[in-house]
């Protein structure tokens, strides 16, 4: 089975458990007129507008590149979980404030039983629907299954703590435990719809993705050749599951342009067998100067005019930035 089909049968499945679970969790409230239900049941409505977004991105960003999107469309997948987050925060604010007016306003709750054993199973299955969009993102590299698994186990932790609060309802006879557990809930509804935000704004923003930065240079080290002077302004987006790579790399200035063109070659092809997803690397070739004999290990230089000192070991600190690093001479 093709990635994109697997992306879209895993999307699609959670729209259709989210339908099914807000379906049950308001027949939960009806039986209860329970606020943490409600509170519970009102999410599980984002659920549903989420899981569509998302599946109709995981559908945009496998679409090919086209003349009006040269890099693709893999950058849906970060405006998939800003909604997400958006209305994650839009439902914690207004859950918010629905649990301090039950907390000033204590009502009786309703068939208790009923509605915990229902709420136990709505996040027995978002804890397995969640756990299979994970795993499945984090494989396929798609922020828009990893968000929508997240937000499946957000859920079920607020289907437990509304059936905690349930519980301390029936043992106590209290219930200012019901509108607490609300308002618990929507506090950690807000700090999590802030955090998906966050992430994709940094995505749209070309953010660095430090992780894989590291993976590049790692690998560039691991593989470094003589005639790979020096490496720079590296830099690594990721657009959805695909990379794009580019950096500069100093060359000897007497190269021909078929040898640096091997060079840089081998520079790609090594990079993208290093990921699994699709990679696009430009890879821009400096010529030497003098200044850089004293890091060049080239054996038998014909041009040298220092004597070679040592290798300048690539890390993110200084392979990003946008300047050729040197030696001074003796």
């Given at each position: 089975m093709s990635i994109t089909r697997t992306k879209n049968r895993l999307a699609l499945l959670s729209l259709v458990v989210s339908v099914g679970l807000?379906?049950?969790k308001f027949y939960a409230y009806y039986l209860t007129a329970s606020q943490a239900v409600l509170t519970d049941a009102l999410e599980s409505i984002i659920n549903v507008f989420t899981s569509g977004f998302a599946f109709y991105s995981i559908y945009l960003s496998s679409l090919p590149k086209d003349e009006n999107h040269p890099y693709g469309h893999g950058k849906i997948e970060y405006l998939s979980i800003g909604f997400e987050g958006a209305l994650i925060l839009i439902a914690g604010v207004y859950i918010f404030y629905s649990a301090i007016i039950a907390l000033l306003h204590p009502h009786t709750v309703g068939q208790l039983d009923v509605g915990m054993l229902l709420l136990g199973l709505t996040a027995l299955i978002n804890l397995g629907v969640g756990f299979v969009l994970?795993?499945?993102?984090?494989?396929?590299?798609s922020v828009a299954l990893v968000g929508d698994g997240q937000h499946l186990y957000l859920d079920a932790l607020s289907t437990l703590v509304s059936c905690v609060a349930l519980v301390l309802v029936r043992l106590t006879d209290n219930v200012l435990f019901d509108a607490g557990a609300a308002l618990v809930l929507g506090v950690f509804i807000v700090v999590n719809g802030f955090r998906m935000v966050r992430r994709s704004v940094s995505g749209l923003m070309d953010e660095s993705d430090v992780q894989t930065v590291e993976q590049v240079i790692a690998e560039l080290q691991r593989q470094r050749r003589p005639a790979w002077i020096d490496v720079h302004n590296l830099r690594v987006l990721r657009y959805g599951a695909n990379l794009h790579i580019d950096c500069h790399m100093q060359m000897p200035y007497y190269f021909?342009?078929?040898?640096?063109?091997n060079e840089l070659n081998a520079i790609e092809g090594l990079i993208k067998s290093r990921f699994d997803v699709e990679v696009e690397m430009f890879v821009h070739a400096d010529p030497c100067t003098f200044a850089a004999c004293s890091l060049c290990s080239v054996p038998d230089c014909p041009v040298r005019r220092h004597a070679f000192d040592h290798e300048v070991s690539w890390t993110v600190a200084n392979a990003v930035k946008n300047e050729r690093h040197h030696l001074p001479a003796s």
């Open positions: 807000v379906v049950i994970l795993r499945a993102g984090r494989r396929l590299n021909s342009l078929e040898e640096t063109h």
